[in-house]
């Protein structure tokens, strides 16, 4: 397959699975079951559509052998430096763009909210944010699309000491802009600062991904780097209590 046709297919997949997740998401259950006490949300629904409608393609396009596709151990040895470097991602990418926008526009912008968790609960954020939101975002992206982009891997930018191959960025690029989504529910300034601090992520993650050959780095990366938001969510809330 010639490699613009697969780069496009990369992105029709991206659209089409977050699309379809997101409609899922957007379905409302009946009862309690997503009453402010539950301990689920409708980004719950969103992220196991994703997860489910990744597992099914990368089990036909690999014939059962998920190894290919991230799914095998790591030593762990390397995971104290994934963390560390998640650490710094998140200081770098998240921290310091947030209090150039506290500069900019304000700390009023941030009581505006975020639109998928406009008001979650501390345990619905960290079950759908910090557990299955990493788990399904890195199945899709670093997972499925970064494998599928795996034969450009040859092409790449090498900077001082990393080499950073097509299918990290084009999987860390497309993770970053997938987050347009939040256009209309969150401050536009919210969303540029979101954009680029999760495009940043999916360049550490999606490196990791290559380097190992395993998905759970890139999980713990992304985990690492969604703590700040559940920690102030848990802050928020002890201080509403």
């Not at 095998?72 to 200081?91: D, K, Q």
């Not at 008001?119 to 939101?133: K, N």
Request: aromatic residues 8%.
């Amino acid at each position: 397959m010639k490699s613009r046709v697969r780069v496009i297919w990369a992105v029709v997949l991206c659209a089409v699975f977050y699309a379809l997740a997101w409609g899922v998401g957007s379905i409302k259950t009946p009862g309690e079951w997503l009453g402010p006490d539950a301990w689920v949300s409708e980004s719950v629904f969103t992220h196991l559509a994703m997860l489910i409608l990744s597992l099914l393609l990368i089990r036909a396009l690999s014939g059962g052998d998920f190894r290919a596709y991230g799914f095998r151990g790591v030593s762990l040895r390397v995971i104290p430096r994934v963390m560390l470097t998640g650490a710094v991602t998140v200081i770098a990418a998240s921290m310091v763009p947030m209090i150039l926008t506290v500069a900019i526009a304000g700390p009023k912008v941030f009581g505006e909210g975020m639109g998928p968790i406009k008001g979650m609960t501390s345990l619905q954020i960290f079950t759908s944010v910090f557990i299955l939101a990493s788990i399904a975002e890195e199945v899709l992206f670093r997972g499925l699309i970064q494998s599928w982009l795996a034969p450009l891997s040859a092409h790449g930018i090498r900077l001082p000491r990393v080499r950073l191959s097509v299918p990290v960025l084009l999987g860390a690029v497309a993770f970053g802009f997938s987050h347009l989504i939040l256009i209309g529910s969150t401050p536009g300034i919210l969303v540029a600062e979101i954009v680029f601090a999760t495009t940043v992520l999916g360049i550490v993650a999606g490196y990791f991904r290559e380097k190992t050959g395993s998905l759970i780095p890139a999980i713990v990366v992304h985990m690492v780097f969604n703590i700040p938001g559940v920690l102030s969510k848990l802050a928020e809330s002890s201080v509403g209590s």
